[in-house]
Nanobody, 112 residues
């Protein structure tokens, strides 16, 4: 049974930083592309960043240069370092593996 557990969300002022982590179990982690999505109130869920098993990364234009995704295949974890946060980054952030499995999400709130 695949489980993805996010942590690290919270409340931060604009311009601040947060680091999200996702611990995965029940899958051969290194074989899966891992991703972070987010969903703001009233909006569709959107892809924020992803990273292949070999470490190739991709980012939404809105977060390029501010967010960094990384993974540790030995620890089965994927992280999202978020800097220069903006109020529009406020959302529930979800960890995803292989497009199929989802965590329950962690709230990120950026105050202006």
């Amino acid at each position: 049974q695949v489980q993805l557990v996010e942590s690290g969300g919270g409340l931060v002022q604009a311009g601040g930083s947060l680091k999200l982590s996702c611990a995965a179990s029940g899958l051969i982690f290194r074989m899966y592309t891992m991703a972070w999505y987010r969903q703001a109130p009233g909006k569709q869920r959107e892809l924020v960043a992803d990273i292949s098993g070999r470490g190739i990364t991709g980012y939404a234009d809105s977060v390029k240069g501010r967010f960094t995704i990384s993974r540790d295949n030995a620890k089965n974890t994927v992280s999202l370092e978020m800097n220069s946060l903006k109020p529009e980054d406020t959302a529930v952030y979800y960890c995803n593996s292989g497009g199929d499995y989802w965590g329950k999400g962690t709230q990120v709130t950026v105050s202006s």
